[in-house]
């Protein structure tokens, strides 16, 4: 799989948004101009000289009205803009109201005529507008799912309708006259109320709390104000001057164009962190202000007739249960917040089996009972194989999902008293507990195997995977830390073994971990300190005896471990990594040696190759390809003169990065072989998917060859495939005659063994 497949096959990374440019230069400036030339308005409108005041009245809805637009064109984000073209579209509306004010006459004057009505036919939809565009902010802000914020916003609210009901729908009841206008008008009171609730939801919800937030609320609030003044002003119960008012709505329009211009008017359109907090101080002082208030005016203000009573008792009754709901809300949701809590300590969060935590605990707790009643602990340390591939491949919310698909499976397969714990990545361990017999564990390793070979439904598709399990026991008291360590080692020991098994824990597996660690421990170095070095064992073409190649075998010699097999340090270096550098290493020095040995040899002479050794995590790396570009410029060798022997069983660890790596080598020209052929799987079916030249049969197949031995005919059939498939093969472990006779009768091309020569250093090899 190419890269770029890959990053699309994994998306895990949520696509960046797809437009987040800076807001405007200026604007954080301009917001704040606006938010002065508020104040200015209502000192100027109420104080300043009268001629001056009807044009600055104008010029303060225009300005506002101009920056509300402004910033929905520019400091919105595109996609975030909606709302922000409805409170364009709001404020549009108040304009044409306001000028129908003006420019129509009998609409502004007091007490109210008819025509007064015209004016609302632009801002009632204007006040519905902007209500809509609240509530359009509230929903990006995802703050509708804030329980508390939105409790308080009633409250808020309730304790506002209250006022209003009080003071102005109430005594507009009263009195007679116009009733339409009347109706009107108290309309305003009720979407303030609205608007109140939304503005306050907005403010106490979420966590950023940003300037743009504040000249929001200020904003409303000089709305909410100025439209208790107009009523006021309106049912002529005080000398509310006309000019104040005006100055409340200019200003309020100053401000939410200054909201609207501020750039962190961005945050209120982007979801919130919605977070369980204990009440602050302000957000207590809000509540018990909007309840007091209303019990201090129940209190002060008569009763005016049974309507007024009854609205009063209902409104007083909607803010006692508020605060009964939250309170009640907010004690279950700290009960839920600590279970959550409590929960999240014992559990896995991903498939919800219990963690290591629990495990442990719960072996801990078994293994006092345990003794008493005569009982074993067994753990099943259960670990997927190449989970790393899935995860590669579809991305780890496909390998989220196999996880949780492994723990449903298991969990419904181990009886109710055994406990399925995810203590890793793709780590199980499923704890048995119960009377001593040993072959329980065993019978369920052999069940849970089974499971596996049915595949597993994910949304990609059916996915088949295996597992390897570690089983260890415990007789009486068991150090839980320990006994998962046991269950572990004994898991690598079933890796080892091939996968899709289970291994037993003895006492020697610790030993070998032990000597694996001191073994990696010893092999860190050991390129630089030189312990390494490179031996040769000839090739030979059968047909004629002479020296074909050499394969370039390593070998390490540690100052006090001595000698040590490659058979020992590769799998541990392939299993650290370490083998990439070491394996560079040899590749330049067996390239050179080859290249010295070219120049050495007559004219005429048969052209020499190098057969190298290539691991999984070689190949899994992508500078391999780098490494053998430079190798063959700095000694010139053609491509073809160097082989690269690769495992079978190694290509299908990670099969698409391996064809990756595999394709770009056979583009530069080198040759490969499959090494150890025959003692993988699936070894003749992906051989024509490969781009191979060489098959070097394993030498299990070539002990017996030439005594009429059973695998006679496997090596037969692999020759003629191998014909079949234009590819030349090479006979590993030819240490007799007899071997090297019966082969060559075959056809057989190569041979490598014993009978033709050891590995050697360099210096002791011959090349003839
Ligand atoms: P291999 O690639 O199959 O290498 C052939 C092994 O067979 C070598 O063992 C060689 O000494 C041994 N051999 C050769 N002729 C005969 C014979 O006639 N009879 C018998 N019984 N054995 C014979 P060696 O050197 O111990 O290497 C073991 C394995 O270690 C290699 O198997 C290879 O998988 C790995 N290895 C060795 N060097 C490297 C290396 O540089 N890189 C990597 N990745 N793996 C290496
Ligand atoms: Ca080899
Ligand atoms: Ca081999």
């Not at 108290?186 to 939801?201: E, R, T």
């Not at 753990?379 to 949780?404: P, T």
Request: glycine share 8%; proline share 5%.
């Amino acid at each position: 799989m190419l890269d770029a497949e890959r990053e699309r096959a994994g998306t895990e990374f949520p696509a960046a948004p797809p437009d987040q440019r800076p807001p405007p230069r200026h604007a954080r400036t301009a917001a704040w101009l606006l938010a002065a030339a508020a104040t200015i308005t209502v000192v100027f409108l109420t104080a300043g000289p009268q001629p001056l005041r009807a044009p600055l009245n104008l010029a303060g809805f225009l300005t506002g009205t101009a920056a509300i637009g402004y910033g929905a064109w520019r400091v919105a984000v595109p996609a975030d803009r909606a709302p922000w073209r409805h409170m364009t579209a709001a404020a549009g509306l108040f304009l044409a109201g306001l000028i129908t004010r003006i420019v129509v006459p009998g609409a502004a004057v007091s007490p109210p005529t008819p025509m007064a009505l015209l004016p609302d036919v632009f801002v009632v939809p204007g006040y519905l507008m902007a209500a809509y565009a609240f509530a359009g902010m509230l929903r990006r802000r995802r703050a509708d799912h804030d329980d508390p914020a939105w409790v308080d916003a009633v409250l808020v609210g309730a304790g506002s309708a209250f006022l209003a009901w009080t003071y102005l729908v109430a005594p507009s009841i009263e009195r007679v006259g116009l009733p339409l206008i009347q109706f009107a008008n108290s309309f305003f009171p009720v979407i303030d109320v609205v608007l109140v609730v939304l503005v306050a939801q907005l403010a106490l919800a979420g966590s950023s709390r940003a300037p743009a937030l504040w000249l929001f609320v200020l904003g409303a609030a000089l709305l909410f104000t100025g439209d208790l003044l107009y009523s006021i002003r309106d049912g002529d119960l005080a000398g509310v001057p006309a000019d104040l008012v005006d100055a409340l709505y200019s200003a309020a329009f100053l401000l939410f164009g200054a909201g609207c211009v501020h750039p962190s008017m961005r945050t209120l359109t982007q979801p919130q962190q919605i977070m369980v907090r204990t009440l602050s101080f302000t957000r207590t002082a809000l509540i018990a202000a909007a309840m007091l208030g209303p019990v201090i005016v129940a209190i002060v203000e008569p009763i005016t007739g049974f309507v007024d009573g009854a609205v009063r008792v209902l409104l007083c009754s909607v803010l006692i249960l508020t605060v009964l709901f939250r309170v009640v809300r907010s004690n279950n949701s700290r009960a839920r917040a600590e279970n959550a809590i409590r929960r999240r300590a014992t559990h896995d969060a991903l498939t919800d089996l219990p963690n290591r935590e629990l495990l442990s605990d719960t072996i801990g707790a078994w293994s006092g009972q345990a003794v008493a009643d005569q009982q074993e602990i067994s753990l099943l340390f259960l670990d997927l194989d190449r989970f790393k591939m899935v995860n590669d491949h579809w991305g780890h919310q496909i390998g989220d999902e196999l996880l949780c698909a492994v723990a449903g499976r298991l969990s419904a397969h181990v009886r109710s008293t055994d406990l399925v714990a995810r203590i890793g990545g793709d780590e199980f361990v499923i704890a048995l507990a119960g009377p001593s017999h040993s072959i329980l564990a065993e019978s369920v390793a052999g069940r849970l195997l089974a499971l596996f070979e049915q595949p597993f439904p994910l949304s990609v598709g059916d996915v088949v995977v295996s597992a390897s399990i570690g089983v260890a026991k415990a007789g009486g008291t068991a150090e839980a830390l320990e006994l998962i360590r046991d269950a572990d080692t004994a898991m690598y020991k079933a890796k080892g073994s091939g996968r899709n098994a289970y291994a037993l824990f003895d006492t020697s597996l610790r030993e070998d971990l032990k000597d694996r660690m001191s073994l990696e421990q010893a092999f860190r170095g050991a390129l630089e300190r030189g312990e390494l070095y490179a031996t040769y064992q000839p090739i030979v073409d059968l047909a004629t005896g002479e020296v074909d190649g050499f394969e370039t075998l390593m070998r390490w010699e540690h100052p006090e471990l001595g000698f040590i097999s490659p058979l020992r340090f590769i799998p541990v270096a392939e299993e650290t990594g370490l083998i990439v550098d070491a394996g560079a290493w040899l590749l330049r020095e067996a390239a050179g040696c080859l290249a010295r040995w070219r120049a050495q040899r007559p004219p005429g002479a048969r052209a020499l190759h190098m057969s190298v050794n290539v691991s999984v995590r070689q190949l899994r790396d992508r500078d391999l390809a780098v490494v053998v570009r430079e190798v063959l410029a700095e000694t010139g060798l053609p491509p073809d003169a160097l082989w690269l022997e690769i495992t079978e069983s190694g290509v299908m660890e990670d099969i698409e990065t391996a064809l990756a790596t595999l394709a770009e080598l056979h583009e530069i020209g080198v040759v490969m072989a499959v090494d150890d052929f025959g003692t993988g799987y699936s070894s003749l079916s992906y051989l024509n998917r490969l781009p191979v030249d060489i098959v070097k049969l394993d030498r299990s197949f070539i002990n017996d060859v030439g005594q009429h031995g059973a695998n006679e005919s496997i090596v037969r059939a692999v020759l003629a495939m191998a014909r079949e498939l234009d590819l030349r093969v090479v006979a590993e472990g030819v240490e007799t005659e007899l071997q090297r006779d019966w082969l060559r009768d075959q056809a057989c091309d190569l041979a490598q063994g014993w009978l033709f020569g050891k590995p050697l250093r360099a210096a002791e090899t011959v090349l003839a």
